[in-house]
C-alpha cells in the first residue's frame, strides 16, 4: 500500500467534515494545527507518565522555571503536562472543545508560541458554535495513526530523532 495515498485520502475525507462552517480554502485553518497538535502528541506518547509524574512532583517546590527540566524528561525541546492526549480527548465528544483548548494551554511555551500562530483556539470556538455534530465527527482526525512518531524514512529505515522547536 502506498501510505501517502492513504495519506491524503484521509484529510480529504476530514476536508469533507468540513463543508459548511469553512469554504475549501480555508480547510487549512483546521488540519494544519490537528496535524501539527497530533504529531506533537505522539513523539511525547513515550514519556508521557514520566513527565507528569516529575510534573507533579515539582509541584509547590520553589523551582522557578520547570520546562527544562521537563523538556529534559520528555527528551524533547516541549513538554505537555495534560492528563489528555488525543485518545482521551475522543472519548468525551461532548466537552471536545473546552478539552481540547485545555491540552494546547498545557504544552510547554515553545510549542505553545508554534501552535498560538495558527490561531486554531479562534477556530475551536467557530467550529462548536457552527455545527456541533459535525465538530465532534472532526475526532476522526484526532484519532488518525501517525505512523512512528519518531520516523524519519520508511519501515526498516527508522532512526529516532527528536522534534526540536526553534
Not at 2 to 7: A, D, G, L, Q, V
Not at 133 to 141: K, L
Request: charged share 30%; with cysteine; hydrophobic share 35%.
Amino acid at each position: 500500500m502506498n501510505h501517502f495515498s492513504e495519506k491524503v485520502s484521509f484529510i480529504w475525507s476530514v476536508a469533507d467534515l468540513l463543508r459548511g462552517p469553512y469554504k475549501p480554502a480555508q480547510y487549512g485553518r483546521v488540519i494544519l494545527p490537528l496535524t501539527v497538535l497530533r504529531r506533537l502528541d505522539c513523539v511525547l506518547e513515550p514519556t508521557k507518565e514520566k513527565v507528569l509524574a516529575k510534573a507533579a512532583s515539582l509541584k509547590g517546590t520553589k523551582v522557578e522555571n520547570i520546562e527544562p527540566i521537563l523538556n529534559r524528561v520528555a527528551g524533547q525541546s516541549f513538554h505537555n503536562i495534560s492528563r489528555l492526549d488525543f485518545q482521551k480527548l475522543k472519548g468525551e465528544p461532548d466537552k471536545i472543545a473546552a478539552n481540547l483548548t485545555r491540552y494546547i494551554k498545557s504544552f510547554s511555551s515553545k510549542a505553545r508560541e508554534i501552535i498560538d500562530y495558527f490561531g486554531f483556539e479562534a477556530e475551536i470556538a467557530r467550529l462548536d458554535d457552527a455545527d456541533r455534530p459535525r465538530y465532534r465527527r472532526c475526532r476522526r482526525y484526532m484519532g488518525a495513526q501517525q505512523r512512528g512518531a519518531t520516523d524519519t524514512r520508511g519501515p526498516g529505515e527508522r532512526h529516532r530523532r527528536p522534534v526540536r522547536l526553534r
